[in-house]
């Protein structure tokens, strides 16, 4: 089915160790972002994307990581978890234009002992 | 940089009743406003958006804002609150940079 997907939904993991989170969308949306979200800060903007082997960091890019090689695909990874990363994150993805709708991805929920 | 505040973290409201959850942005350059709403353990879906047409929008489940630039706002509303409108709902603002959501507000709907 057409539409963004994220994986795993649930993760737990141990202070120190590394995590990938994958998005995959099918639409060949240009934009792609990682947000995640805190109880009392809304989403914040972590990385984003505008294209292909092209990133910039958002509001909260500390202690994250990503990458884009190819359209469909934009993993976050945590190099060195820490209990502050305990959050739900979020993948979306839009077109060009900003005036576009910008889709969300069911969420993963990351839980660092 | 872009702000957005959304008055209450919650409100209460009864079955039947007016929905009017707030928004209020900063910007000098009139932005791209967006409400999206969270259900459980979902992602986020869009609720209407104001895109520099038409300043009263309607979206889906009879939803609607009113952009008012003199006021910097972009309000939702709704006549009448539904069981199935409990959810959080967040304004977003895109100017010059990627989308800024507020801190959304949760909506009870009280029977």
């Known amino acids: 089915d057409a539409g963004i997907t994220q994986s795993p939904r649930y993760k737990i993991t141990e202070t120190g160790r590394q995590v990938t989170l994958m998005c995959h969308q099918t639409w060949s949306h240009s934009y792609m972002f990682w947000y995640r979200q805190d109880l009392g800060h809304g989403l914040r903007l972590i990385y984003y994307s505008a294209a292909a082997d092209i990133t910039d960091k958002g509001e909260v890019p500390d202690g994250y990581v990503v990458s884009r090689s190819k359209t469909e695909n934009f993993p976050l990874t945590l190099e060195s978890a820490t209990r502050s990363q305990t959050s739900v994150y979020f993948c979306?993805?839009?077109?060009?234009?900003?005036?576009?709708?910008?889709?969300f991805g069911p969420g993963t929920r990351l839980t660092v002992l | 940089a872009q702000s957005v505040t959304q008055l209450g973290s919650h409100v209460s409201v009864s079955e039947g009743a007016l929905v009017l959850l707030r928004c209020n942005y900063s910007s000098s350059v009139p932005p791209y406003l967006f409400w999206y709403v969270q259900y459980p353990n979902q992602g986020l879906q869009l609720l209407l958006k104001?895109?520099?047409?038409?300043?009263l929008v309607k979206g889906i489940n009879g939803f609607e804002a009113e952009f008012k630039k003199s006021e910097t706002s972009f309000h939702l509303t709704k006549p009448s609150a539904h069981m199935s409108d409990a959810a959080e709902y967040f304004c977003?603002?895109?100017?010059?940079?990627?989308?800024?959501f507020g801190k959304g507000t949760r909506l009870s709907v009280i029977a």
């Open positions: 104001y895109t520099s047409a038409a300043t």
């Open positions: 977003a603002a895109w100017g010059n940079t990627p989308l800024v």
């Open positions: 979306a993805s839009r077109r060009q234009s900003s005036t576009d709708t910008q889709y």
